[in-house]
């Protein structure tokens, strides 16, 4: 029996009227919720990814643009962009497209991305309130978007069930475990250095894979009736790929979403409604009004 399909672009429409609603509200208020795009240098899969922002905002009513740095662009430069961006007070969420160029590191520019601005988690201040459960600015838009799917699956109930999530970046991996924990759920993470993945990856009942490796994950590393979400975004010859071999894990598993239309459009979502929410805390009118 095939899967059955874990659809992020029917969960992504159900979720965005509640957006834009919000953004209405605030644009009454004479506030405009806005995302900024921090792009170094422009490659296809950089300039996909923008467009899929812009359809996301415009269907929200978040105006989403790109800021732009040289290819060549070095680590000062990223940084002056992400304080002034921090400043601006008509700018309420800033991402970091990645991955950036080979010469820049994202762990000695992300301290520097403005915290209540950060709607993809890339500050490492809010991953440690995450950690510390001390509650976070803003939960990072592509763990959101794998905890809503799960939400509609078969295994919402987390308490007790095995998950097991492949890569343990900051951006993905690890706070997708650690949602998951908060959540009582039994978490194994496997990474480039785990022996015998598919004997790790055949324990779970929930199986997510953010390693960004295109076909990383078979059919016989799948548990029968397993819910698998696929994180990976993998640009092969123009086309996106997911980590996981679709066709043949779909015969195995329970439920599993598609790439492309799982994951990336509930996290496009999710990413507009953290805008929003930062501009219902820090919109320049809700300021005045503070003041006043
Ligand atoms: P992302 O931002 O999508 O999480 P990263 O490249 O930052 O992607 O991280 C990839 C993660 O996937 C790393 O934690 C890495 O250890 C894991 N990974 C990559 N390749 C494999 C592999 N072949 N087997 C298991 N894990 C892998």
């Known amino acids: 029996m095939a899967a059955r399909i874990l659809d992020g672009r029917a969960l992504a429409a159900e979720l ?51 800021a732009r740095l040289p290819a060549d662009g070095d680590e000062g430069q990223v940084r002056t962009l992400l304080r002034v961006l921090g400043d601006d007070p ?46 976070t600015e803003l939960v990072a838009a592509t ?15 987390l308490r007790g069930v095995r998950v097991c999530v492949v890569g343990r970046s900051s ?3 690890l706070p997708v475990a650690l949602l998951l924990l908060a959540r009582d759920a039994t978490v194994t993470v496997v990474h480039r250095g785990t022996r015998d993945l598919g004997s790790r990856t055949r324990e779970a009942d929930v199986l997510v894979s953010a390693a960004g490796v295109p076909g990383l994950v078979r059919a016989d590393m799948v548990a029968p009736r397993a819910t698998v979400i696929d ?6 010859d123009g086309a996106l790929r997911g980590d996981v071999a679709y066709d043949e894990v779909a015969r195995v598993a329970a439920e599993i979403t598609p790439v492309p239309g ?19 805390r820090h919109g320049p009118t809700a300021h005045d009004d503070r003041a006043s």
Not at 146 to 157: P, Y
Not at 231 to 236: A, D, M, N, P
């Open 16 to 66: 965005r009227g509640a957006i834009a609603e919000r953004s209405t509200v605030l644009r009454t208020r004479g506030i405009v919720p806005r995302l900024e795009v921090v792009v170094v240098g422009a490659d296809a899969a950089s300039l996909a990814y923008v467009r899929g922002l812009e359809s996301a905002g415009a269907k929200t009513g978040v105006e989403v643009r790109v």
């Open 143 to 157: 763990p959101l978007a794998v905890m809503a799917l799960l939400e509609r699956s078969e295994r919402s109930a």
């Open 231 to 236: 994180v990976g975004t993998t640009y092969v």
């Open 90 to 135: 008509v700018v309420h969420g800033v991402i970091l497209q990645q991955p950036l160029p080979a010469h820049l590191g994202i762990r000695r520019v992300a301290e520097a991305m403005p915290p209540a601005k950060d709607v993809d988690g890339a500050n490492p201040l809010n991953f440690g309130r995450l950690a510390f459960g001390s509650g």
């Open 262 to 280: 799982g994951v990336g459009p509930v996290t496009n979502v999710m990413l507009m409604g953290n805008v929003v929410t930062a501009a219902e």
């Open 171 to 173: 951006v993905v991996g």
